[in-house]
């Protein structure tokens, strides 16, 4: 089991840049793979990137790419989300999720933090 929590929202301007962190408990948290989604209000969870247990392999969301680059230290139990250019768009509460193999669903990932808001003024 792994617990998530996430910070580094907050309010930026836009094409500005900002860090999201995902800090994971348990000894088990390296053998996970990590996703970052977001959520608008009225709108379902939106996959956004992903990275795997090793850090070898990510994923972006076509909306991101280029943009956002996600990373892991194992080390210190860490995933981090590193947003650039930001967007208007960009503004949604992040959420950083764990399981076993990288998959786009959110409704396929067992263990969520609790969210943090990032809103991109225009």
């Known amino acids: 089991q792994v617990q998530l929590v996430e910070s580094g929202g907050g309010l930026v301007q836009a094409g500005g840049s900002r860090r999201l962190s995902c800090a994971a408990s348990?000894?088990?948290?390296?053998?996970?793979?990590i996703g970052w989604f977001r959520q608008t209000p009225g709108k379902e969870r939106e996959f956004v990137a992903a990275?795997?247990?090793?850090?070898?392999?990510?994923y972006y969301a076509d909306a991101v790419k280029g943009r956002f680059t996600i990373s892991r230290d194992n080390a210190k139990y860490t995933v981090y989300l590193q947003m650039s250019s930001l967007k208007p768009e960009d503004t949604a509460v992040y959420y950083c999720a764990a399981r076993f193999g990288i998959v786009r669903e959110a409704s396929q990932y067992d263990y969520w933090g609790q969210g943090t808001q990032v809103t991109v003024s225009s």
């Open positions: 990275i795997n247990w090793s850090g070898i392999s990510t």
């Open positions: 348990g000894r088990t948290f390296s053998s996970y793979d």
